[in-house]
T-cell receptor, first 113, second 115 residues
Framework: GENVEQHPSTLSVQEGDSAVIKCTYS??????FPWYKQELGKRPQLIID?????GEKKDQRIAVTLNKTAKHFSLHITETQPEDSAVYFC????????????FGAGTTVTVRA | DVKVTQSSRYLVKRTGEKVFLECVQD?????MFWYRQDPGLGLRLIYF???????EKGDIPEGYSVSREKKERFSLILESASTNQTSMYLC??????????????FGPGTRLLVL
């Protein structure tokens, strides 16, 4: 099955700086890569996703890049704000009827004011 | 707005008890999932279902079973609870059709403590 590794496990950044989280996956057939954000005490929510037919996707201060050859993808958060403090999970999936996701272990991001 | 609800936010059970965790979604989603979340391990898939009465094992099904008698409801059953099943349990649902419908919507979670 798919194995997703995520680094770092914790990340502390100064407000206004950038944060980068990296994930690698094992199954070259995977073609869908979402990122979920979980604020303290709340449920995970999708913040951005990318399919294997594109290399980069942006949504305001958030961007995701994908390198299919190397089987890794990254989340980039620019101009970090206190509300970006959360646990971020990457995931990989082979798009099919079940859309089963394999998640990374998570990265706890703390934005220092 | 998609709404996924779980029957309890907190649950305390004794070792050996049979435990039922209920999940209900109101968006007519075909796919439903049960995960457990543990620090440093992320979200691990226990079971999923892509249709009524259908179920598939995830990565860690041992000690668990599931039931999907109705499309909107997916139940996780711990036949005989053990202390190593103390965890946060998250339910999720998603549509089946491809396109921009792959998003999994999560419930608020049930924090289970087995004594």
């Amino acid at each position: 099955g798919e194995n997703v590794e995520q680094h770092p496990s914790t990340l502390s950044v100064q407000e206004g700086d950038s944060a980068v989280i990296k994930c690698t996956y094992s199954d070259s057939a995977s073609n869908y890569f979402p990122w979920y954000k979980q604020e303290l005490g709340k449920r995970p929510q999708l913040i951005i996703d990318i399919r294997s037919n594109v290399g980069e996707k942006k949504d305001q201060r958030i961007a995701v890049t994908l390198n299919k050859t190397a089987k890794h993808f990254s989340l980039h958060i620019t101009e970090t704000q206190p509300e970006d403090s959360a646990v971020y999970f990457c995931a990989a999936s082979l798009l099919s009827n079940d859309y089963k996701l394999s998640f990374g272990a998570g990265t706890t991001v703390t934005v220092r004011a | 707005d998609v709404k996924v609800t779980q029957s309890s936010r907190y649950l305390v059970k004794r070792t050996g008890e049979k435990v039922f965790l209920e999940c209900v979604q109101d968006m007519d989603h075909e796919n439903m999932f049960w995960y457990r979340q543990d620090p440093g391990l992320g979200l691990r898939l226990i079971y999923f279902s892509y249709d009524v009465k259908m179920k598939e094992k995830g990565d860690i099904p041992e000690g668990y079973s599931v039931s999907r008698e109705k499309k909107e409801r997916f139940s996780l059953i711990l036949e005989s609870a053990s202390t190593n099943q103390t965890s946060m349990y998250l339910c999720a649902s998603s549509q089946r059709q491809s396109g921009k419908k792959e998003t999994q919507y999560f419930g608020p979670g049930t924090r289970l403590l087995v004594l």
